[in-house]
C-alpha cells in the first residue's frame, strides 16, 4: 500500500469513527431513537428555561445557546396519546401569543400544571428561571384541543447550539471552509510532500 492510500484510508476511519460517535450522540438526543422524521430542532436563545437544575426530571435544565431536540405532535392520525403521556415536568415546546403584546411567539417551558376536563386537556408552563424568581409568576395555558403544542422536548445540547450558532457566523463559515481544504490538503497534497522529504533524507545518506 502506497502512502497515498494509507493516508487516505486514516482519514476514512476518522471519519467514520467521528461520524459513528456523532451517531450515538444524535440517537440519545432524539429520545433513544433512530427516527428523526417527526423530529425538530431548535436553539434556545432565552434564559428562560436557564434555571436551578430540576434533576428528578429527564430534561433538568436548557441552558442559553443550547440546540433543544422536540419530538412533534402527531398530525395524522390525530393522536390523543400524546397528550395524555404529558405530565408535569415534562418540556414542551408551544405556540403562545403574549396577552398584552399580542406578540406570536414560539416558548420552550416546563409543565407545571396538568388539568383534564371532560373534554380537554388544559397545560399550564412557566420557565424554570422565572419559577426560581418569587417576583415573577408568569405563566402560559394552553390546552389539547388548540393546537398550539409544537412537541415535548427530549433532548438538549448545549454543544451542538453552541457549534450550529458559531457555523451560522461569518467566521465559522470562513473556519469550516478552511477544514474543508486542510482535510483535502492532506489527501492530495501530503503524499506529494511526504515524498518529497523521504526522497530528500535517502539521497542525504548516500
Known amino acids: ?38 423530529t425538530e430542532v431548535r436553539v434556545v436563545i432565552s434564559g428562560s428555561m436557564d434555571g436551578e437544575p430540576r434533576t428528578e426530571y429527564d430534561i433538568e435544565t436548557i441552558p442559553v445557546g443550547s440546540m433543544v431536540f ?9 393522536d390523543k ?3 395524555s403521556s404529558l405530565e408535569v415536568g415534562d418540556v414542551v415546546t408551544f ?4 396577552p398584552v403584546s399580542k406578540e406570536k411567539m414560539v416558548v420552550t417551558h416546563r409543565i407545571v400544571k396538568v388539568v383534564d376536563t371532560p373534554t380537554d386537556r388544559i397545560f399550564t408552563m412557566a420557565g424554570d428561571s422565572i419559577r426560581d424568581d418569587p417576583t415573577n409568576s408568569s ?10 403544542m409544537i412537541g415535548e422536548v427530549v433532548g438538549v445540547s448545549p454543544v451542538l447550539g453552541d457549534i450550529s450558532t ?21 489527501i492530495w497534497v501530503g503524499p506529494m510532500i511526504f515524498k518529497f522529504i523521504l526522497s530528500k533524507n535517502q539521497g542525504g545518506h548516500d
Open 95 to 98: 405556540h403562545y401569543t403574549h
Open 139 to 148: 405563566e402560559q395555558v394552553i390546552t389539547a384541543s388548540s393546537g398550539d
Open 166 to 186: 458559531y457555523i451560522s457566523s461569518a467566521e465559522g463559515k470562513s473556519v469550516l471552509i478552511g477544514l474543508f481544504a486542510a482535510i483535502l490538503a492532506v
Open 70 to 78: 422536540i419530538k412533534e405532535v402527531p398530525t395524522e392520525p390525530h
Open 1 to 38: 500500500m502506497n502512502v497515498r492510500s494509507v493516508i487516505k484510508v486514516s482519514v476514512i476511519i476518522i471519519v467514520v469513527a467521528g461520524l459513528l460517535g456523532v451517531g450515538v450522540y444524535m440517537y440519545h438526543m432524539n429520545g433513544d431513537s433512530l427516527d428523526f422524521t417527526d
Open 81 to 83: 396519546g400524546f397528550y
